[in-house]
């Protein structure tokens, strides 16, 4: 889960267990990324809002 920052990039919530509910309510989306795959700063992602699923 992240959420969009200040800067226009985003913030990683610290603990992506699936049982972490809280880490959806801090957050104001996901970004949709292929497992063991690393993200350096910089990188382009893809950001899906969760505004965008309901």
Excluded: C, K, Y
């Excluded at 603990?15 to 880490?23: C, D, N």
Aim: no cysteine; proline share 4%.
């Amino acid at each position: 889960r992240v959420r969009h920052n200040a800067a226009g990039g985003l913030d990683l919530f610290p603990h992506q267990g699936s049982g972490v509910l809280t880490s959806t309510v801090w957050g104001d989306g996901v970004v949709d990324h292929p497992a063991g795959q690393t993200i350096a700063h910089g990188d382009v992602v893809r950001f899906i809002a969760f505004s965008e699923l309901m």
